[in-house]
């Protein structure tokens, strides 16, 4: 037999692996729990009474984790991007006007999501690694006629949080606009209350908070929204596969609408399990004991934090580089050398840790913060490890 094209000759994975699996410790993804590893590995079909099940239990613990009464929770096979695309794509309507609260580069995402469905963003820029102010929105709202507002939780890029979220999204409520909310990186780590605070739409993604895989993702719309822009509209969204009432058949009608992710749809619904059985009261504590705790070692160390504490995110710390010392060949160390990986960041001369699911447990912090000191060194700067380690061990046998 002859082919008419050779095959190509092909290193196998374990040769392009590492031997060891690093330790995920950047901006995500995030390690996964053994129980969502072993979900993942199962095909199952994507439609009948087994999906059935699966899907009913994914959008209760969605409604849990959401906070939400809402029967709108809904799965999208995609990125966490994806989404928020499909937020967009259903709620805002070609010519409508939408304030995009931005502190940086996944707030600046929506801007272009926005203008992609011919809408017009109007930018509110909030600068210096600061979370927005609710009377700055507040200003904007009263100044022009809004139809929705976009902003994220937390900015996984600068390590910013947006704490007032609460009130902003009260102030966005009482101008008559939807609030569409960005929790890729924070859901599951940090109190966020959809129905009590008003939002219209919460996105998430699977690689983060919720520590699962990367490409399956979950959102949530309000009743209120769904009335308003989807049940009754008028015009089709531009998006099929992103279009919330044929996505619907599939989540609340038990038919097709494309083939479900049906293995990420498991494992999906093992981590949501898992935060179920953790419950969001204890998993809030965990992640912000953990968080603290590596600041407060990092801090002891002699190494400074990008952001304010008033406006610092927990979900992903940001440590400033020192001038002298190249980020990369830290990174390149601890990978290297320790087999932590962690990340940089777009543009600012940062190292970024996460403290999302599985990020935030003890022995990780230790490893961590262990192999960042020590490849710090590597790299020329001088540290105080021993107080580094030390402080952290006390805030985690302190709590807070
Ligand atoms: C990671 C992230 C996204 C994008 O998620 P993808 O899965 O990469 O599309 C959006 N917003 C925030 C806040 C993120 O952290």
Known sequence: MIESVNAPRIVPLEHIL??????????????????????????????????????????????????????????????????????????????????????????RRM??????????????EVHD????????????????????????????SNTVCNTRLDRIARVAK???????????????????????????????????????????SLLAFSETAWQQKIAHREALPFHWCLDAQLADKFWNQKSYHYTAPVSGILALHEALRLVCEETLTRRFYRHRLCSEALQAGIEAMGLQLLVDKAHRLNSVVGIMVPQHVSADRVRDHMSRAHKVEISGAFGLNILRIGQMGEQSRAHNLFRTLHALGSSMRAAGEVLDMPAGMAELERYLSNGI
């Open 129 to 156: 690694n600061q979370g927005a102010d609710p009377e700055a929105v507040e200003r904007f709202l009263q100044d022009g006629h809004f139809d929705a507002v976009t902003l994220v939780q937390g900015e996984t």
């Open 18 to 107: 590492p031997d060891e699996p690093l330790l995920m410790m950047g901006a995500g993804p995030v390690p996964i729990p053994q129980k969502v590893a072993a979900a993942n590995s199962i095909v199952i079909n994507h439609l009948g009474e087994t999906m059935n099940r699966v899907i009913g239990q994914v959008k209760e613990m969605g409604r849990y984790v959401f906070q939400t009464s809402s029967s709108h929770v809904i799965g999208v096979s995609g990125p966490g991007s994806a989404a928020m695309e499909m937020a967009v794509a259903n709620l805002v309507l070609p010519g409508s006007r939408v304030l995009c609260i931005c502190n940086g580069y996944f707030s």
């Open 111 to 124: 801007v272009e999501l926005v203008r992609r469905v011919r809408a017009e963003p109007v930018l509110l």
């Open 174 to 216: 009482r101008h008559g606009c939807l609030v569409i909310v960005d929790a890729v990186c924070t859901l599951s780590t940090m109190p966020l209350e959809m129905d009590r605070w008003g939002v219209d739409a919460v996105i998430t993604g699977g690689q983060k908070g919720l520590s699962s895989i990367p490409g399956v």
